[in-house]
């Protein structure tokens, strides 16, 4: 199985900065996409950005030129560094990654994994 550990919420004041990390662990033999979602009381959970193994990224409107994703493929880790932080930035986080489990020469298996969550809360 892999375990998807996050850490870095908490509570910051409106238009502070916050980075939360995700490390992946486990029967591991590579990761495709990281990404990051949240869900907010009465909401849907919703993607917040992701990025490929390749560093390729993408970012919900919402968060874009606020908020930076990348990855340390070494450590199997993924961070989100949230700055100019709004209320309506108020979720849970959680951390996703596509697992490629095993790979054979003419087979592999990939499996979605999720992070507990963090909260993350901001105040006006």
């Known amino acids: 199985q892999v375990q998807l550990v996050e850490s870095g919420g908490g509570l910051e004041k409106a238009g502070g900065s916050l980075r939360l990390s995700c490390a992946a662990s486990g029967r591991i033999f590579s990761i495709k996409t990281m990404g990051w979602y949240r869900q907010a009381p009465g909401k849907q959970r919703e993607l917040v950005a992701a990025?490929?193994?390749?560093?390729?990224?993408n970012y919900a409107d919402s968060v874009k030129g606020r908020f930076t994703v990348s990855r340390d493929n070494a450590k199997n880790t993924v961070y989100l560094q949230m700055n100019s932080l709004k209320p309506e930035d108020t979720a849970v986080y959680y951390c996703n990654a596509e697992v490629i489990t095993y790979s054979t020469g003419t087979s592999q298996y990939t499996a979605s994994f999720w992070g507990q969550g963090t909260q993350v809360t901001v105040s006006s």
């Open positions: 990025i490929t193994s390749g560093s390729e990224s």
